[in-house]
């Protein structure tokens, strides 16, 4: 049993792993790290992160009412974190965000960007559900988060030092991105453990469970974010 769960473990990785390397080797991304792209790419990609990440603290909590206990702890500090409630007294990631629209010069572009957050976070709980059960939807919401937590600790000093060099954002704005890339390498290590634990506590077989990881990364989460009107365009579609 062990050995089927570190074998399932090793195949989200390379997973995750895999989605690392199609976002960073994206003509999109590379745009931005090589200084191509033009000042409507770097804007729409700040908006589309901030977009992405507002309500984090919300489906984490989510994530938090159906962890097994062998991960209730990383959840439940996770989640603090994310609220700016844990024993560093950092700043809630939310106003992080918002403190990166503005030093971006996109402040005016907040509550819009609120309300479209808002309006992702309501589709998820009005829309039909893909799955027959919250044991399935709490096992692709999982996956999620955790993808981002590796690709971020992975890639997010890089973002941040693109956004420096190529739209002269200062440190304070780009604070959301160094934090990740210092603290994300621990959370992905945990996020990995906490779907172990997750599909052992709610007894999934591992292909069972594998076949929702994969369904959940059938497109690069990454892009589908922060790309996303490049995405919706077929890749090349000019800005909304």
Do not use: K
Request: glycine share 8%; with cysteine; charged share 25%.
């Amino acid at each position: 049993m062990n050995d089927g769960h570190e074998t399932l473990r090793s195949t989200i990785e390379t997973l995750f792993a895999q989605q690392v390397e199609s976002l960073t080797a994206s003509a999109e991304f590379q745009a931005l790290e090589d200084g191509s792209a033009g000042p409507d790419r770097y804007d729409a990609f700040v908006e589309n992160v901030a977009r992405a990440h507002l309500r984090s603290p919300q489906l984490l909590a989510f994530l938090y009412a159906l962890a097994p206990p062998a991960a209730e702890a990383d959840l439940r500090d996770n989640l603090l974190e994310e609220l700016g409630l844990d024993e560093d007294s950092g700043r809630p990631h939310p106003d992080l965000l918002r403190q990166l629209l503005v030093g971006a010069g996109l402040g005016c572009r907040l509550a819009t960007l609120e309300a479209q957050a808002d309006a992702d976070l309501r589709r998820l709980i009005v829309d039909p559900l893909l799955y027959g059960s919250l044991r399935e939807v709490g096992l692709a919401a999982l996956t999620e988060i955790v993808a981002f937590e590796y690709m971020l600790s992975r890639v997010a000093g890089r973002i941040a030092r693109a956004l420096a060099n190529h739209r002269g954002l200062l440190a304070p704005a780009l604070e959301w991105f160094t934090h990740h890339s210092e603290v994300d390498m621990r959370h992905a290590e945990q996020g990995l453990a906490d779907l172990e634990a997750y599909v052992r506590y709610y007894e999934f077989p591992d292909g069972e469970a594998l076949t929702f990881v994969e369904m959940t990364l059938r497109e690069n989460v990454f892009a589908r974010r922060y790309f996303r009107d490049f995405v919706a365009a077929g890749a090349g579609g000019a800005r909304r």
